[in-house]
C-alpha cells in the first residue's frame, strides 16, 4: 500500500473551515484514500473515504486531486470538539486491512 | 449498534510477564484487527482476522505475541513474554468485511515496568 505524508500539525478557529493536507504521490489505481481521527484516549474513528470522486458526508469533505496524488479533508465549520490527531491513509480494497497509519496531523482548534 | 469492546482497559505488568488482552467486535463483523499503537505513533497492524482465519500476521513478533479468534467472533492477544517495548495502547478493530471501514474500540493501555 501506498505511503502517506502529513503535516504534524495544524490550529484552526473555532467556526472556520479546516483544511487538512495529504500527499499519497505514489497511490496506484485500486487503492482508495481513507480519512480516520482519534481523540486523545479514545480509539480511531472513521471520518470518510473516497476513490477519485470528491466525497461529502455529515462528518467532512474529502476532495482528491484529478492525478489522486494528493487530496484534502475539509471540516467546514470546526469546533473545540474536533480537535484531534487525523490520519490520511490509503488502502487498496483488494486487501483491506493492510494499510499503514502514519504519525497524522494534529489538529488544534482554538477559541 | 454497540461498539467494539476490549478489556481491560489499563493493565501494568512487570517485564517477562505474561498478559492478555480481550477484544469483542461488534456483532456481524466478520474482520478483525489487532493495532499497536506506541505513544506519539500512528497504529501498527499486528494481525487480520477473517471469521476465525488468519489473513495477515506479517508483522506479528512471532517469539512473544500470539493471538486468535474462536469461532469467529471474540478474540485475544497475548504477550509472553513481555518486555519493555512492549508498553504501547493496544487496538482491537472490527469490519463487516475487508473492503469496508474498520471500527476501532478504545484500546487497552499496557505498561511495562
Known amino acids: 500500500d501506498a505511503k502517506t505524508t502529513q503535516p504534524p500539525s495544524m490550529d484552526c478557529a473555532e467556526g472556520r473551515a479546516a483544511n487538512l493536507p495529504c500527499n499519497h504521490s505514489?497511490?496506484?489505481?485500486?487503492?482508495?484514500v481513507y480519512w480516520y481521527r482519534q481523540i486523545h484516549s479514545q480509539g480511531p474513528q472513521y471520518i470518510i473515504h473516497?476513490?477519485?470522486n470528491n466525497e461529502t458526508n455529515e462528518m467532512a469533505s474529502l476532495i482528491i486531486t484529478e492525478d489522486r496524488k494528493s487530496s484534502t479533508l475539509i471540516l467546514p465549520h470546526a469546533t473545540l470538539r474536533d480537535t484531534a490527531v487525523y490520519y490520511c491513509?490509503?488502502?487498496?480494497?483488494?486487501?483491506?486491512?493492510?494499510?499503514?497509519f502514519g504519525d497524522g496531523t494534529t489538529l488544534t482548534v482554538k477559541p | 449498534e454497540a461498539g467494539v469492546a476490549q478489556s481491560p482497559r489499563y493493565k501494568i505488568i512487570e517485564k517477562r510477564q505474561s498478559v492478555a488482552f480481550w477484544c469483542n467486535p461488534i456483532?456481524?463483523?466478520?474482520?478483525l484487527y489487532w493495532y499497536q499503537q506506541i505513544l506519539g505513533q500512528g497504529p501498527k497492524l499486528l494481525i487480520q482476522?477473517?471469521?476465525?482465519?488468519?489473513?495477515?500476521d506479517s508483522q506479528l513478533p512471532k517469539d512473544r505475541f500470539s493471538a486468535e479468534r474462536l469461532k469467529g467472533v471474540d478474540s485475544t492477544l497475548k504477550i509472553q513474554p513481555a518486555k519493555l517495548e512492549d508498553s504501547a495502547v493496544y487496538l482491537c478493530?472490527?469490519?463487516?468485511?475487508?473492503?469496508?471501514?474498520?471500527?476501532f474500540g478504545d484500546g487497552t493501555r499496557l505498561s511495562i515496568l
Open positions: 478493530a472490527s469490519s463487516l468485511s475487508r473492503e469496508l471501514p474498520q471500527h
Open positions: 505514489t497511490i496506484s489505481g485500486n487503492e482508495y
Open positions: 473516497g476513490l477519485k
Open positions: 491513509i490509503v488502502r487498496s480494497n483488494t486487501n483491506a486491512g493492510k494499510s499503514t
Open positions: 456483532s456481524g463483523h466478520a474482520t
Open positions: 482476522f477473517q471469521n476465525n482465519g488468519v489473513v495477515d
